[in-house]
């Protein structure tokens, strides 16, 4: 088996502070992030950084272009049933146990209750998100229907005034806007 990556070794903000780095650099400069480490006491072969950043930047690409399909998707198919967000829970578990793989990780040393419970919650999430626009949506379409209907009682008003509609006429044309006829 071949030999931890020393990236991978780094504590915890060394780590978060080289990914913000690789980001911002464009994945690119690893002489300079070597040194940049080795003036903060860690040493890490600009070769070892390369191999780290080529991996990370692939998986950005790859995120980045989940993230475009599924807002592509989203738009062209609404899923009022949140069928994706089912999906994205399993895609997410498959996605944690992968990523425990290729990183070498232990999984003894992770929590995977966590992960599966934040999964569960980003799901939650969807689902409320979906109800909160689902009810905007029944909300607004019932405003613009009471505000039709008071045009349209106005107009009916209208009428009965200007040329002395009958009760029967009025009560036929009150059925035919309600949709009674």
Known sequence: MAPRSKVLTLPKELKAWLDDQLVKRGFSDYVQLAADLQAQGESVSKSALHRYGSQFEKRMAQLKMSNEQA?????????????????????????????????????????????????????????????????ARAAIEEAARKKMLEQQEEKLQEMRGSDGMSEQMEARIRRILLGKE
């Open 71 to 135: 807002r592509a998707l989203v738009d062209a198919a609404p899923d009022d049933e949140d069928k994706l967000g089912a999906a994205v829970i399993r895609l997410t578990q498959d996605r944690i146990f992968q990523l425990l793989v290729d990183l070498e990780i232990d999984p003894n040393s992770v929590d995977v209750n966590k992960l599966f419970k934040n999964a569960a919650e980003i799901g939650k999430a969807s689902v409320t998100q979906k109800k909160f626009t689902l009810e």
